[in-house]
């Protein structure tokens, strides 16, 4: 699916609301009214970003360690993880984390503080990891652990490019028209101090739609889920068990 251009967007946001109708946004725009619906629009979607996990902005992120190394760089979208996904894959089990500051101070001062098992914890815009692989580590120094974590480059340029923010009239998005135009026209509304009931509603309806529709949902049950275990009463014998 293709969204609107930016441009498009603030045309659409300025008609509605009996604007003149802007004829560029960003690239050379000469009205300060399209300026600042660009700027509105812009502000749109960094603010979504922040309300769900949405799916279209799932990233997966990796790691190959290297000996003596324990802290590495986050990807430069990165905007918040995606808990339990934090895996190494060399070793085939999940990483254990993110531990708090009094845990890693136990990790890295205590005298019991090693396992086998990598522990993690985010530290500014990196990962650091613990214990620290060395050389001469079992299965080796250079491990493949792997993660998902929430994108916060909402925008897109003409080639469908994840980039921070809109910067030319060409640039898309990842969320739906409807919702970034109904954002534009309350952020504006609000900008000038008018009433913004009836745009407040309308932004929440058109919100709670794109929410409800981003992702599925698993079926629930009620009902206990079917076990086959291996042994139980119902597969052993209550007795005459062979002596050998």
Same mark, same amino acid.
């Given at each position: 699916?293709?969204?609107?251009?930016?441009?498009?967007?603030?045309?659409?946001?300025?008609?509605?609301? +009996?604007?003149?109708?802007?004829?560029?946004?960003?690239?050379?725009?000469?009205?300060?009214?399209?300026?600042?619906?660009?700027?509105?629009?812009?502000?749109?979607?960094?603010?979504?970003?922040?309300?769900?996990?949405?799916?279209?902005?799932?990233?997966?992120?990796?790691?190959?360690?290297?000996?003596?190394?324990?802290?590495?760089?986050?990807?430069?979208?990165?905007?918040?993880?995606?808990?339990?996904?934090?895996?190494?894959?060399?070793?085939?089990?999940?990483?254990?984390?993110?531990?708090?500051?009094?845990?890693?101070?136990?990790?890295?001062?205590?005298?019991?503080?090693?396992?086998?098992?990598?522990?993690?914890?985010?530290?500014?815009?990196?990962?650091?990891?613990?214990?620290?692989?060395?050389?001469?580590?079992?299965?080796?120094?250079?491990?493949?652990?792997?993660?998902?974590?929430?994108?916060?480059?909402?925008?897109?340029?003409?080639?469908?490019?994840?980039?921070?923010?809109?910067?030319?009239?060409?640039?898309?998005?990842?969320?739906?028209?409807?919702?970034?135009?109904?954002?534009?026209?309350?952020?504006?509304?609000? !900008?000038? +101090?008018?009433?913004?009931?009836?745009?407040? !509603?309308?932004?929440?309806?058109?919100?709670?739609?794109?929410?409800?529709?981003?992702?599925?949902?698993?079926?629930?049950?009620?009902?206990?889920?079917?076990?086959?275990?291996?042994?139980?009463?119902?597969?052993?014998?209550?007795?005459?068990?062979?002596?050998?």
């Amino acid at each position: 699916m293709t969204n609107s251009t930016v441009l498009q967007i603030v045309q659409t946001a300025a008609s509605e609301m +009996g604007l003149q109708t802007p004829t560029s946004a960003l690239l050379n725009a000469a009205d300060l009214t399209a300026i600042q619906l660009a700027a509105l629009y812009n502000a749109t979607g960094e603010m979504l970003v922040k309300r769900r996990q949405w799916r279209m902005l799932f990233r997966e992120g990796s790691i190959t360690t290297v000996a003596g190394k324990g802290s590495y760089p986050l990807p430069a979208d990165y905007a918040r993880p995606i808990n339990q996904t934090e895996w190494d894959r060399t070793n085939r089990w999940p990483m254990i984390g993110p531990e708090t500051p009094q845990q890693w101070q136990w990790l890295k001062s205590g005298i019991l503080s090693t396992g086998p098992r990598e522990r993690f914890r985010l530290v500014g815009n990196n990962i650091e990891i613990w214990p620290i692989p060395s050389a001469d580590s079992v299965p080796g120094p250079n491990l493949d652990l792997s993660y998902y974590y929430v994108g916060k480059w909402w925008a897109e340029d003409e080639a469908g490019e994840p980039i921070p923010k809109a910067v030319t009239d060409t640039d898309t998005c990842v969320f739906d028209d409807r919702l970034m135009v109904s954002g534009v026209k309350l952020r504006f509304f609000q !900008a000038k +101090g008018f009433d913004t009931t009836a745009f407040a !509603a309308d932004f929440q309806a058109n919100l709670d739609d794109a929410l409800a529709q981003d992702s599925g949902a698993p079926i629930l049950s009620l009902s206990r889920e079917p076990q086959f275990p291996l042994i139980t009463i119902y597969n052993v014998p209550d007795g005459s068990w062979p002596s050998s």
